[in-house]
């Protein structure tokens, strides 16, 4: 029987020192490595298996690369400098100037960052879509189209993307289907087996979970592709320093821990919220009103994360006043690890799209998106009432 993830986080690959296996993955603090023969250095610096230089590979990063492969069901995976380090590789060696890509509208800003200077600087054509119906990716097919693009749960307000039935119509007109799987985590959602080609993810976020480190990593479906990838990132050089990939891997052993309670917490956090007066809205998928209720209890049974967003009753001053308010949990970017924070996407994380891109995907002066950490449920029911007052 295959091991559940839970468990699969914990049993990671260590090396084998004459029979004695450490039970944590040594870090591997060194950039290069000597060999005696000189013909097997010439062979190894050309190698993503073997270990050279940094850049190249490093068996801490690789012991990282390997966890994450195991519970993604990949063939390989690499580890990046950072989220957007791993999706800017993929993407490098994916497209070309005139290709065309396919993604969906709701999308982490960086991502729409690196794409606006994708079509600017490079010629490739991006057509956004809306992500509810797969007959949307029918249409805007071209012929140049090379590349699908997702999020199985977006930023901020937590839109569901029906990942078999995009991917089903993704690979029948052959693009390479990409999702970025960093809110849901492999605890969540496994894309691969539901016929994504790449998954990508900010190991900054969930996958280490302690505030404390940056990180990327792309799991590939085919050995292939994760070659041509890794030799493009030989060119990029933003790979995974071992001590990020140390951490990474600290943090994934409680993974399975830290989501179910992310999840638990999020969902009393939201039903609380719902029922305030203070609050307009609330973007959780948890909730009967939200448009992937019933898609996300299908697709995500494992839960959805623990990042939702609130439209707070008022406008920006209002806003401002109750994130300013708020004492046990802070106003910060970023989001997966083990405190609670808040962010206005508008001004933060989306502050690259303008008015009419916002009300899009659903973001106005008032929306608030939080990030759920590890704290007590009845903690962070307190601190909101108190700052919604
Ligand atoms: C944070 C994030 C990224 C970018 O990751 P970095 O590690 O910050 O570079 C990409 N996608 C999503 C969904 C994210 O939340």
Redesign the pocket.
Known sequence: MPLHPETQAIHVDVPDLNGARPLSVPLYQTANFGYDNPEDLAEAISRPESFAYLRNSNPTVRALENAVSQLEGAAASLAAA????A?HTVLHTLLGSGDHIIVQRHL?G??FALLKDLEARFGIAVTYVDGRDPAEVTAALRPTTKVLYL?TIS?PTAQVTDLPAFFAVGRAARLTCVV?N??ASPMGCRPLSMGADVV?H????FLSGHCDV???IASFADAGLHRRVWSRSLETGAIADPFAAWLTLRGLATLGLRMRRHHETADGLAHFLSRHPGVEKVHWPGLPDHPAHELAQRLLPNGYGGVFAIDVAGGRKETLEFTRRLRLVDRAV??GGFKTLVQQPSATSHRSMDAEGLRAIGITEGTVRIAVGLEHLEDLKADFAQALS
């Open positions: 950072s989220g957007i380090g999706i982490y960086g991502t999020e930023n970025d960093t809110f990508v900010s190991s900054t976020k940056l990180g990327g970023s989001l």
